[in-house]
């Protein structure tokens, strides 16, 4: 019977597995969906949708599949041109909408009692409303509609007034759950876990219980207790992170500053170097995201005390013209120490065995017009800062050498 979703959610790129489809069944057949529309969504995503990045392509796949589907929630397609006027909502200024009053059901948050209203005005109303505190409408103070004064309830068409509503018809609310989106702070810290590298050859204190050697010890000792303890096991990690500032990536400030807070939140790290560049690395690295000269670290002082076994991570679109990676006699911030940028970033691959660059918007294939791009592309290892792209990237980092 819902042969068509499946391979509609398998379009979509859900990865089902025979095993979770025929699970889908059996609840389907122990009826625990009921009748609702409604129900058979959440059980259906609870069984088939593995991870949260995967909630969208679901929602895509379900309303692709069911959005015609007659059930008791749905809304006519006559209601919904009554309701869904989009010059309605500039008709009438902010001020004059923030000025209506809202009535007693303005108050009422309970969610199965205002769809149970709703139903009921379904049944009842046989027109258009505009205004008023009762039929469902635009402008008006009931708990749905679309564009009232309501703050909280249920939008049906339009656009959103006060962004209060908690269930919104339709709505595309997984979107930036996505893998293939930009990433926030939360997905970063995520991402950042898989750099883990674990050992207890440190010279640190035994501070934690060996429970395997303890049981040996006490039985080897006649049953009296003997308690042995061991070194903790550390992330031996150390961590070198370079980030493109100012330019072309004025408009990732936000992202590159979630992901500073990110590293730093991860405080699991055995060491942690921030720095910044603009547009390349030359014979030096600045200390803040400004790029002030002379606060700023020589790029060979780096090689001298940041050993090899760092894992690096650059971050920049590498957008600039070609002189500025080929030049050797210098660039408009000042000199090269006689190396051209594309020679500091080939002393950069020879020193750190493991390096990748993180690119917030990189394109597919090659351009002569992104002819720098494509060069740093051909030298490291390149992925776009997405979900996805991260989590490649840290595998990169981790695979052995």
Same mark, same amino acid.
């Given at each position: 019977m819902f042969i068509d979703f499946f391979y509609t959610c398998k379009a979509k790129g859900l990865d089902i597995s025979l095993n979770e489809w025929l699970t889908l069944q059996k609840a389907l057949d122990k009826d625990l969906c009921g009748s609702s529309l409604s129900g058979f969504y959440y059980i259906a995503r609870m069984i088939l949708v593995k991870s949260e990045t995967d909630f969208d392509k679901f929602d895509l796949a379900f309303s692709e599949c069911f959005q015609g589907i007659e059930s008791e929630d749905i809304i006519s397609a006559q209601m919904l041109r009554?309701?869904?006027?989009?010059?309605?909502?500039?008709m009438v200024d902010e001020d004059k909408r923030n000025m209506l009053n809202q009535t007693e059901e303005s108050s009422l948050i309970d969610k199965d009692e205002i769809e149970e209203k709703?139903?009921?005005?379904?049944?009842?109303?046989?027109?258009?409303?505009?205004?008023?505190?009762?039929? &469902?409408?635009?402008? @008006?103070? *009931?708990?749905?509609?679309?564009?009232? /004064?309501? !703050? +909280?309830? &249920?939008?049906?068409? @339009?656009? *959103?007034?006060?962004?209060?509503?908690? /269930?919104? !018809? +339709?709505a595309h609310k997984y979107k930036d759950f996505r893998d293939d989106r930009i990433i926030d702070n939360r997905q970063f810290q995520l991402a950042l876990r898989k750099l883990r590298q674990f050992s207890t050859n440190l010279d640190i204190p035994r501070t934690e219980l060996d429970i395997n050697r303890t049981i040996d010890k006490t039985c080897n000792n006649g049953g009296f207790l003997r308690i042995e303890m061991e070194k903790p096991r550390k992330n031996t990690v150390k961590l070198l992170l370079l980030m493109d500032s100012g330019g072309t990536m004025i408009p990732y400030s936000s992202l590159l500053n979630e992901l500073f807070q990110s590293v730093h939140k991860s405080n699991h790290y055995k060491e942690v170097k921030c720095y910044y560049f603009h547009n390349c690395i030359y014979a030096?690295?600045?200390?803040t995201p400004e790029c002030i000269n002379g606060d700023w670290v020589e790029t060979d002082w780096l090689f001298r005390n940041l050993s090899s076994d760092y894992k690096v991570i650059i971050v920049g679109d590498a957008a600039m013209a070609p002189e500025e990676l080929y030049s050797e006699t210098g660039n408009y911030r000042g000199p090269n120490g006689g190396i051209s940028g594309f020679g500091w970033l080939n002393l950069m691959k020879r020193h750190y065995r493991k390096l990748v660059w993180l690119n917030p918007?990189?394109?597919?294939?090659?351009?002569?017009?992104?002819e720098a791009e494509?060069?740093?592309?051909?030298?490291?290892?390149?992925?776009?800062?997405?979900?996805a792209g991260l989590k490649k990237a840290m595998e990169e980092l981790m695979t052995a050498q």
């Open positions: 009554w309701l869904d006027k989009e010059d309605m909502y500039d709703l139903k009921e005005r379904i049944n009842e109303q046989d027109s258009e409303h505009n205004g008023g505190n009762y039929w &469902i409408g635009t402008m @008006g103070k *009931t708990s749905f509609g679309n564009t009232g /004064a309501n !703050m +909280g309830g &249920i939008r049906i068409g @339009g656009v *959103t007034g006060h962004q209060s509503a908690f /269930a919104v !018809m +339709g030096h690295v600045y200390k918007k990189m394109a597919p294939g090659h351009a002569p017009w992104r494509t060069a740093v592309k051909n030298l490291f290892p390149m992925y776009k800062l997405t979900v």
